[in-house]
């Protein structure tokens, strides 16, 4: 705590105890990495577009997820809006302080709870992360896997023993970010690290083994055939079915026999959950293709720089920045 006192980051979410912005930011770190939020701005045009619980529950679906573009998971976004109309129907606009409404509230599981009571009211809420799990697997030279139901009990535990009931806060934004900036996954700063003298994966030479996980399912190929259609400056895109992503829209998606009369103008991978997906871009410079026959519902959208297309994948975003800086758009 000391060492966090003295050499902790400013984050903005840290310069306001405000529980609604404390919450909008665990929501958007639960899966993505604090440059991102922050170096990309996701937070602050957030917190502009909806500074309150009352103004994210008034909010149109579209408006959200525009917000949220580019940030993935997007059912994050759309339970942060749950969220905001129970706290504003149910509770008034306040969001209570005890861990068991918390918990119920949607998106939220027991790490965001636990960091929403200590940061937002330094209550004594133990939390539990990925940073937080390799700072305790190393003080303690866990050797067994760390993503086993076991060793959750274990940190959990040991988080609750080593919560102070003083300064709560400090403690749990100390612990994360001793493992975002110290304790990190290759090449430990073991030299400079306030813990070093409790280490006992330090004292017996096994940090680079520590933590271990359980084998990795493999890891899946897939191709996914996209057309890219422009006419006079717009762009044919439409919506994403399924509920995750719901709301959002796409290129749409043709076969292999479809895409034969087409030409290739793009192809590039991304990974999403456990696939590697090819996505092919192609381009109609026919008269006619059998692709028109699979392609029904959607709509023409303009598609120049600059302009307010509907939210869109991100996969899907990269093509269009892609094409417009080869000058096709
Ligand atoms: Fe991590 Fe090294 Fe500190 Fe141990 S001494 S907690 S391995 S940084």
């Not at 899966?31 to 045009?45: E, N």
């Not at 606009?93 to 960091?115: C, F, K």
């Not at 293709?289 to 975003?317: C, H």
Request: hydrophobic share 40%.
């Amino acid at each position: 705590m000391d060492w966090f006192r003295a050499e902790g980051r400013d984050y903005p979410w840290r310069n306001n105890a405000d529980p609604y912005a404390v919450f909008v930011s665990e929501a958007m770190l639960q899966q993505t990495q604090i440059a991102t939020v922050l170096g990309k701005g996701y937070f602050s045009r957030w917190m502009r577009a909806f500074p309150t619980w009352e103004a994210l529950a008034a909010a149109e679906e579209t408006e959200i997820l525009k917000e949220w573009e580019g940030l993935g998971y997007y059912n994050r976004a759309r339970n942060l809006q749950k969220a905001a109309k129970r706290v504003t129907e149910e509770f008034g606009g306040r969001l209570p302080e005890d861990l068991e409404t918390i918990l119920s509230l949607p998106g939220v599981g027991r790490y965001t709870a636990g960091a929403v009571l200590s940061f937002a009211f330094n209550r004594r809420a133990p939390i539990v992360d990925g940073n937080v799990v390799r700072v305790f697997s190393r003080l303690i030279s866990y050797s067994e896997p760390v993503d086993t139901t076991g060793a959750a009990r274990l940190f959990w535990g040991l988080a609750d023993d080593l919560t102070p009931g003083d300064e709560p806060r400090i403690y749990n934004s100390a612990i994360m970010e001793l493992g975002q900036r110290i304790c990190l996954r290759s090449s430990p700063e073991c030299g400079i690290c306030p813990v070093q003298v409790w280490c006992l994966a330090h004292s017996q030479g096994a940090v680079e083994a520590i933590p271990q996980k359980k084998r990795r399912a493999e890891t899946l190929l897939r191709e996914e055939r996209v057309l890219f259609s422009l006419r006079e400056g717009r762009i044919f895109l439409c919506p994403e079915t399924g509920s995750r992503r719901k709301g959002l829209w796409r290129l749409p998606e043709i076969s292999g026999a479809a895409s034969e009369d087409l030409v290739e103008v793009l192809r590039f991978d991304y990974p999403i959950t456990r696939y590697r997906v090819t996505l092919i871009v192609f381009i109609n410079e026919g008269a006619s293709s059998s692709f028109e026959k699979e392609i029904s519902e959607g709509g023409w959208f303009a598609a120049g720089e600059g302009e307010m297309l509907p939210p869109l994948g991100s996969p899907y975003r990269k093509v269009l920045r892609m094409m417009l800086l080869r000058g096709m758009i």
